[in-house]
């Protein structure tokens, strides 16, 4: 059975990669707005931003990793919303494959679209400037917390791919958690904001993701936050996992 699966989920992970290889404008446009952030906050806003770092773009990067996963998860619910209306899915149940191999290939192909437009956000900031300490074992440890944070955030993207009723409405469930990182301490210190804010900030999971990138970069003690970052990452992944999966069984019963 589990042979069957991967076999399955293995057919069906190169058919969606051979859609995006026809499209690469999907990872470039994913990859351009994180990258227009960049540039203007550490052109234009970084030099008025106290951050007590030597270079914004090294305070800031951390963030912008995460918007470009939340900007990226929009693409699999839109790939997923179009194979449901397009038919695709009943096709499937028709052939003697694993049910759940479908799934598993749009999260799969996230996950490499994902890591793909991470590589060149990473490459745009090292010719901006950006430096890090980090050794093998930092980078890592921030190469396993983007992985399991793209994973939880595709798993959520499945939920509106599966139940939307229009395109718009597939992906537009992304632009509140591309807006997150804005409250948070991503782009400047939490101490800065106003009572009620900072509250918020200090206490939602993007402040200890970014906190424990920025840590490991910097070859700094991460303290709590690196438990309190994989404790978000996970519930949140298997929330929406067990959600995804109840709602694609309902879907195709």
Excluded at 146 to 161: E, N, S
Excluded at 199 to 220: D, H, K
Aim: proline share 4%; charged share 10%.
């Amino acid at each position: 059975m589990t042979k069957h699966f991967l076999g399955d989920t293995a057919v069906l992970l190169g058919r969606s990669l051979r859609h995006i290889s026809r499209s690469p404008d999907t990872i470039i446009t994913t990859a351009i707005m994180p990258i227009a952030f960049m540039l203007l906050f550490v052109y234009v806003f970084g030099g008025a931003i106290q951050t007590g770092s030597d270079r914004y773009v090294n305070y800031l990067l951390p963030g912008i990793l995460l918007i470009t996963v939340a900007s990226g998860i929009s693409y699999t619910a839109y790939r997923l919303f179009l194979d449901m209306k397009g038919g695709i899915f009943e096709r499937f149940q028709s052939m003697p494959i694993a049910r759940a191999s479908v799934l598993w290939a749009h999260v799969l192909t996230s996950l490499v679209a994902n890591l793909i437009s991470l590589v060149v956000v990473v490459l745009v900031a090292l010719v901006m400037g950006f430096r890090s300490r980090a050794g093998a074992l930092d980078w890592f440890a921030v190469a396993g917390i983007m992985v399991l944070f793209t994973l939880a955030l595709t798993w959520l993207a499945v939920i509106p791919g599966l139940t939307a009723k229009s395109v718009d409405g597939a992906s537009a469930f992304s632009y509140p958690l591309i807006f997150l990182p804005f409250i948070s301490s991503a782009f400047v210190p939490t101490e800065s904001m106003p009572g009620p804010v900072r509250a918020f900030a200090e206490n939602q999971p993007v402040t200890s993701i970014v906190n424990t990138i920025r840590g490991l970069f910097a070859q700094q003690q991460v303290g709590g936050d690196i438990w309190i970052a994989l404790a978000w990452c996970t519930g949140l992944l298997i929330v929406a996992y067990g959600v995804a999966l109840a709602v694609y069984h309902r879907k195709i019963s």
